[in-house]
């Protein structure tokens, strides 16, 4: 039988296991982490991460051929295939401070497999990491081989949270990158031959190591550039009057370009956009191409210059001061169908309003009051390493009270603020929101969910980005 280990339980290494386990049930896949209560979480059934149709899936092969183990060199010595899936948080100090990968967690994960590993394996890179990285993994495993054989393949995941495992069931492409020897190329095909149970073979490509890891960096770098695109067309059209749903939807009319990730909202978020693109910047920097890292950049810019303008422009028509105001906060996640908060744009936006002394009253149907404390008081960057290396979040931030619906958190408010696009919020009673608000009573849409018409009728001054403005703000100064 071969045996899998996964080196990380966290938003890629359980999915993609679980999803793995369900369509190879002749092989044992075992999922290990450092982290005691994240492995017990995957062994109860309250699962640490939420995802649609995960639980599903763990239910049916939990136990059968799919494990969750704090084992770790148990399960790594026994493995024929060692998937790592580790955090590679961007580096907050030293050496490309603010731009390149932290590879400390990967180093770590290597030198443990070559200490205990007893017979060859295929190593797998999963986590996002460096063009260059398998290199590096490649020197520590040989130099401490004790005549075991290694082979690194790159195997980047192309993961949406929220359909992540109907993303896992069907995707746009598995890639797989490794050597071009004998070794190398009989490695790609035992991983290709895991995927073969499920995905068809013209789906699944090979290329070499550093094709594979970069085109994982590329693919975020694109993407996200669309989103900050769509955002800078958003500002133009609230300047000049045009709909930027009216302009997107035009412009990806068109084939070539498409009508995905053109939606214009508040910024975007996640773990990997910003992340990825900054250490595309630094890879750039390093190897002397100023103009293509500065390119990049200006991916990041425009995401953080949208924020800020949100945040602008909620002060801006709210007399200039929201001091002492309660502003209701719907949604904290970075998108709807995830519980996850990582580089989620509502964490800019909350810190830039608590900045102008407002009162906060938060509510995402997924995210935990907790999780809403640690990411308001946490430094930049911090949320990437493991959990239990995080620093302990302190008493919480005083300004902000976390509320169990929306209409608890609009209650007495003078302002909402829609950051998620949940779709509970496209069919709240409004009219009760709108009597149990202070007036004038503003509803700010950070993601173009709310009908404004409807909202404008039953009195509210509606903000949505990048459509004509409400009367009402086009008489305060612009928003810079």
Same mark, same amino acid.
């Given at each position: 039988?071969?045996?899998?280990?996964?080196?990380?339980?966290?938003?890629?290494?359980?999915?993609?296991?679980?999803?793995?386990? &369900?369509?190879?049930?002749?092989?044992?896949?075992?999922?290990?982490?450092?982290?005691?209560?994240?492995?017990?979480?995957?062994?109860?059934?309250?699962?640490?991460?939420?995802?649609?149709?995960?639980?599903?899936?763990?239910?049916?092969?939990?136990?059968? !051929?799919?494990?969750?183990?704090?084992?770790?060199?148990?399960?790594?010595?026994?493995?024929?295939?060692?998937?790592?899936?580790?955090?590679?948080?961007?580096?907050?100090?030293?050496?490309?401070?603010?731009?390149?990968?932290?590879?400390?967690?990967?180093?770590?994960?290597?030198?443990?497999?070559?200490?205990?590993?007893?017979?060859?394996?295929?190593?797998? =890179?999963?986590?996002?990491?460096?063009?260059?990285?398998?290199?590096?993994?490649?020197?520590?495993?040989?130099?401490?081989?004790?005549?075991?054989?290694?082979?690194?393949?790159?195997?980047? =995941?192309?993961?949406?949270?929220?359909?992540?495992?109907?993303? &896992?069931?069907?995707?746009?492409?598995?890639?797989?990158?490794?050597?071009?020897?004998?070794?190398? &190329?009989?490695?790609?095909?035992?991983?290709?031959?895991?995927?073969?149970?499920?995905?068809? =073979?013209?789906?699944?490509?090979?290329?070499?190591?550093?094709?594979? =890891?970069?085109?994982? &960096?590329?693919?975020?770098?694109?993407?996200?550039?669309?989103?900050?695109?769509?955002?800078?067309?958003?500002?133009?059209?609230?300047?000049?009057?045009?709909?930027?749903?009216?302009?997107?939807?035009?412009?990806?009319?068109?084939?070539?370009?498409?009508?995905?990730?053109?939606?214009?909202?508040?910024?975007?978020?996640?773990?990997?956009?910003?992340?990825?693109?900054?250490?595309?910047?630094?890879?750039?920097?390093?190897?002397?191409?100023?103009?293509?890292?500065?390119?990049?950049?200006?991916?990041?810019?425009?995401?953080?210059?949208?924020?800020?303008?949100?945040? !602008?422009?909620?002060?801006?028509?709210?007399?200039?001061?929201?001091?002492?105001?309660?502003?209701?906060?719907?949604?904290?996640?970075?998108?709807?169908?995830?519980?996850?908060?990582?580089?989620?744009?509502?964490?800019?936006?909350?810190? %830039?309003?608590? %900045?102008?002394?407002?009162?906060?009253?938060?509510?995402?149907?997924?995210?935990?009051?907790?999780?809403?404390?640690?990411?308001?008081?946490?430094?930049?960057?911090?949320?990437?390493?493991?959990?239990?290396?995080?620093?302990?979040? *302190?008493?919480?931030?005083?300004?902000?009270?976390?509320?169990?619906?929306?209409?608890?958190?609009?209650?007495?408010?003078?302002?909402?603020?829609?950051?998620?696009?949940?779709?509970?919020?496209?069919?709240?009673?409004?009219?009760?929101?709108?009597?149990?608000?202070?007036?004038?009573?503003?509803?700010?849409?950070?993601?173009?969910?709310?009908?404004?018409?409807?909202?404008?009728?039953?009195?509210?001054?509606?903000?949505?980005? %990048?459509?004509?403005?409400? *009367?009402?703000?086009?008489?305060? *100064?612009?928003?810079?």
């Amino acid at each position: 039988m071969v045996k899998i280990c996964c080196i990380g339980a966290g938003y890629v290494g359980g999915p993609t296991m679980a999803v793995i386990a &369900l369509n190879c049930p002749s092989i044992e896949v075992v999922v290990v982490d450092i982290s005691v209560t994240r492995i017990s979480a995957w062994n109860s059934d309250q699962l640490p991460i939420y995802e649609p149709g995960l639980n599903e899936v763990v239910k049916q092969c939990k136990g059968r !051929n799919l494990f969750f183990s704090t084992d770790i060199e148990k399960h790594v010595s026994e493995a024929d295939i060692i998937f790592v899936s580790v955090n590679t948080p961007t580096k907050t100090r030293g050496l490309g401070a603010g731009k390149a990968a932290d590879l400390t967690y990967w180093e770590s994960a290597a030198r443990m497999i070559a200490d205990v590993s007893k017979s060859n394996k295929i190593v797998v =890179e999963k986590s996002t990491v460096p063009v260059k990285t398998a290199e590096a993994i490649e020197r520590i495993l040989t130099h401490n081989s004790k005549g075991i054989k290694y082979q690194i393949l790159s195997n980047p =995941e192309f993961l949406a949270e929220g359909t992540a495992i109907q993303d &896992l069931f069907k995707p746009d492409r598995v890639l797989i990158g490794g050597r071009e020897t004998p070794d190398g &190329l009989k490695a790609i095909q035992a991983l290709k031959d895991v995927y073969a149970h499920w995905v068809p =073979e013209d789906r699944i490509i090979t290329t070499n190591l550093w094709s594979a =890891e970069l085109s994982k &960096l590329a693919a975020n770098a694109f993407l996200a550039q669309r989103i900050s695109s769509v955002n800078a067309m958003s500002a133009l059209c609230e300047a000049t009057g045009a709909d930027v749903s009216q302009v997107s939807h035009a412009v990806g009319k068109d084939s070539r370009i498409g009508p995905k990730f053109l939606n214009a909202s508040v910024g975007f978020g996640g773990s990997c956009f910003q992340k990825d693109i900054l250490n595309l910047v630094y890879i750039c920097e390093c190897n002397g191409l100023a103009e293509v890292a500065n390119y990049w950049k200006q991916v990041i810019k425009v995401n953080d210059y949208q924020k800020n303008r949100f945040v !602008n422009r909620v002060v801006s028509s709210m007399f200039n001061t929201v001091s002492g105001k309660k502003i209701g906060i719907m949604g904290f996640a970075f998108k709807k169908d995830t519980g996850d908060t990582r580089e989620t744009p509502a964490i800019d936006v909350c810190k %830039g309003l608590l %900045g102008d002394k407002a009162r906060l009253s938060i509510y995402d149907p997924q995210v935990t009051a907790d999780q809403i404390q640690r990411d308001l008081t946490m430094s930049k960057f911090d949320w990437d390493h493991p959990i239990h290396l995080q620093p302990m979040s *302190p008493t919480g931030v005083k300004q902000v009270s976390i509320a169990w619906d929306a209409y608890e958190a609009s209650k007495d408010a003078h302002a909402l603020c829609i950051l998620t696009e949940w779709d509970e919020f496209k069919t709240l009673d409004y009219r009760r929101i709108f009597d149990n608000m202070q007036k004038p009573a503003f509803v700010f849409d950070g993601r173009n969910v709310v009908n404004v018409e409807m909202l404008r009728d039953i009195g509210f001054i509606v903000y949505s980005i %990048g459509k004509p403005l409400d *009367p009402w703000l086009k008489d305060m *100064p612009a928003v810079a």
